[in-house]
């Protein structure tokens, strides 16, 4: 018998975890005697995370404290999760896909997921010396130059690996998901701008409901090779080290990984955290250092295929945010933040004529 998926925070006792963590290399032999949940950390639209404080009978060189994370309360949230695999692929992003990259994400320390009871549950690193991002409060341009940095940690090792698309973590081949969302996302566009009346202007709603009619050839790409992108890449999904013993900066929220052109994520996290004006005077340099640090991992990538890969990944903020608005978990930050993300993303996606490259590709 496996060990038991445990995925309320309430269910977690010593001697659950004790084991949980002797599996992942932590307890080493040792014995936590007393667990006490310190309350849940950030907003939780997706999941909920929380910290718990652990008492060792031996605590010499063994976490005081440990991150949890566990499915969403909200039983909408909940079951698109499971059902739409968002958990299973965090779970296997820890399990098995974080070794055959260099990103600099928590360490997992256990990892469980039960399809037939509805269970998941993360043990995570700590980063007590780190703060999370602000989607609201922004990014510095510095701040955005540890995050290509860790894009090209993210990209550089699978690029062009035929091998990523035949793992577990994607079910469904790149034909079939492009048919999914050619199905799917019209009626979610519809749901969003009908929950939300008259919230966007005539040319963003323009846009999102034609996007509905080519997001299918969209999803296929642009020609270049796919590696994996984290697919929700932007401030909230960052901690910054506070201390020179923290890392500069790690990425959280593995929910969202797929497939695809590297330049989504940096035209999601530019798309989505600045205003237009900010962000033009952004693109070119952070672009130039992207292909400079692929160039520097053995990549040749031209820069006018980057550039229209960047255009291409425009729309994926406006898919993330119009699916977000109708299935994420209610919240009055939440909503503030995915409808700013809307916004600006369909702006970015406007401004470039991403809808013109997909045509013509």
């Known amino acids: 018998m496996g060990f038991e998926v445990r995925g309320e925070p309430s269910e977690i006792d010593a001697a659950w975890m004790t084991g949980a963590l002797e599996r992942g290399g932590v307890a080493r032999g040792a014995t936590v005697t007393s667990v006490e949940f310190l309350g849940f950390v950030g907003t939780g639209q997706m999941s909920r995370n929380g910290r718990f ?36 692929k965090e779970y296997l992003f820890y399990a098995e896909l974080s070794a055959t990259v260099r990103v600099r994400a928590p360490q997992c320390w256990f990892a469980g997921f039960d ?104 999803s296929l790409g642009s020609g270049s090779p796919v590696t994996l992108v984290h697919g929700d890449f932007r401030p909230d999904n960052f901690l910054f080290g506070r201390t020179p013993g923290a890392p500069p900066l790690a990425v959280v929220d593995w929910q969202t990984y797929s497939p695809g052109l590297g330049p989504t994520d940096l035209a999601y996290l530019l798309g989505g955290s600045f205003e237009p004006a900010a962000r033009r005077a952004l693109e070119a340099d952070v672009l ?19 550039w229209r ?34 916004e600006r993303h369909a702006r970015h996606a406007l401004e470039l004529d991403a809808l013109g490259a997909v045509a013509s590709a």
């Open 288 to 306: 130039a250092a992207y292909r400079s640090r692929l160039a520097a991992a053995g990549i040749d990538y031209p820069a006018a295929d980057c």
């Open 53 to 88: 404080a652990l008492t060792w009978d031996d605590p010499r060189q063994r976490p005081l404290t440990v991150m949890g994370k566990f499915p969403s309360l909200d039983p909408t949230c909940r079951t698109a999760a499971f059902q739409g695999g968002a958990y299973r």
């Open 309 to 342: 890969d960047y255009r291409w990944g425009s729309l994926h903020g406006v898919m993330i945010a119009v699916t977000a608005l109708v299935v994420a978990a209610r919240t009055e930050r939440g909503d503030e933040v995915l409808t700013l993300m809307a």
């Open 115 to 218: 399809d037939e009871r509805a269970e998941f549950v993360l043990l995570l690193e700590d980063l007590v010396e780190s703060r999370g991002g602000d989607h609201l409060a922004g990014i510095t341009v510095d701040e955005v130059g540890l995050a290509v940095e860790q894009a090209v940690a993210l990209h550089a090792p699978r690029w062009g690996d035929a091998s990523l698309a035949a793992h577990p973590a994607f079910p469904a081949t790149a034909p079939e998901r492009a048919e999914r969302l050619r199905l799917g996302f019209p009626a979610i566009a519809q749901a969003c701008l009908g929950q939300h009346p008259g919230r966007f202007d005539d040319d963003v709603t323009a846009l999102i409901e034609h996007f509905g009619s080519t997001i299918g050839r969209w």
